[in-house]
């Protein structure tokens, strides 16, 4: 069954370094999203993308945070300048097609912890 | 999007049905209703989704009330692998907003 995959699993980091996240979506889906989850709290949307811009974002992705698709496979989110709040598990999902239709349940990938020290 | 409301937690014995409230008292006429589950620290895992009619898939049946203000999700035969939290979302755009969801406890 094709699945979302991310790495690294777990990312250490110091404060003020940028860090890259990446995530493989599958293979015919077209949106892709990024969440995340600080430990103890809720999961939260931080950026869809389709046709490589982005379509939508929350107040939590602000100038630090930016995503790219590079190739035909990889999905990134790159935190620039890390700050100690960074720290939480980063969630990459990609669906087949978006809002509003019907095959658009989104598929997420075990998550990439980032620590920032 | 809508906002939801669930209950904090709930217990289900092994083996039979776990009943999985949500209301929604604010849909409007173009937002599907979602479930999702996370066990433990893992990805959220899409279980099972609706607009108006019942759906019934592998894992669940979502049962949505026919003024769509609420929706049950069921889980026939619990296990304990169902323990997780469980997330009922409605949306229409992009951006899925977690709540905070229903810990689901199966016994023994």
């Known amino acids: 069954e094709p699945e979302v995959t991310q790495t690294p699993s777990h990312q250490v980091t110091q404060m003020g370094q940028e860090v890259i996240l990446r995530c493989v979506p599958i293979s015919n889906h077209l949106y892709f999203y990024w969440y995340r989850q600080i430990l103890g709290q809720k999961v939260e949307f931080l950026v869809s993308?389709?046709?490589?811009?982005?379509?939508?974002k929350s107040e939590i992705f602000d100038d630090q945070f930016s995503v790219e698709r590079p190739d035909g496979s990889n999905f990134t989110l790159k935190i620039r300048s890390t700050k100690l709040e960074d720290s939480a598990m980063y969630f990459c999902?990609?669906?087949?097609?978006?809002?509003?239709?019907?095959?658009?349940?989104?598929?997420f990938g075990p998550g990439t912890r980032l620590t920032v020290t | 999007d809508a906002k939801t409301t669930q209950p904090t937690s709930m217990d289900c014995a092994e083996g039979r049905a776990a009943n999985l409230p949500c209301n929604h008292s604010t849909i409007s006429g173009n937002e599907y209703v979602y479930w999702y589950r996370q066990i433990h620290s893992q990805g959220p895992q899409y279980i099972i989704h609706g607009l108006k009619n019942n759906e019934t898939n592998e894992m669940a049946s979502l049962i949505i009330t026919e003024d769509r203000k609420s929706s049950t999700l069921i889980l026939p035969h619990a296990t304990l692998r169902d323990t997780a939290v469980y997330y009922c979302i409605v949306m229409y755009n992009n951006d899925m907003r977690f709540g905070a969801g229903t810990r689901l406890t199966v016994k023994p």
């Open positions: 993308f389709y046709n490589n811009e982005i379509s939508e």
């Open positions: 999902a990609s669906s087949e097609a978006g809002a509003g239709l019907m095959s658009y349940e989104q598929y």
